[in-house]
């Protein structure tokens, strides 16, 4: 939830592009999801 709030926040105040934090998303997902399954 906290993490989704930063993103939103660096959109808002335009700190980064929305693609910056997608694929952002998308590999701390995807890190996370590797990490449990090692």
Sequence with gaps: MVA???AFSRM???LHYP???LCG????I???IASLYR
């Design 4 to 6: 989704a709030l930063i």
């Design 12 to 14: 808002y105040m335009f």
């Design 19 to 21: 693609t910056d934090v």
């Design 25 to 28: 998303m998308i590999l701390g």
């Design 30 to 32: 995807l890190l996370g």
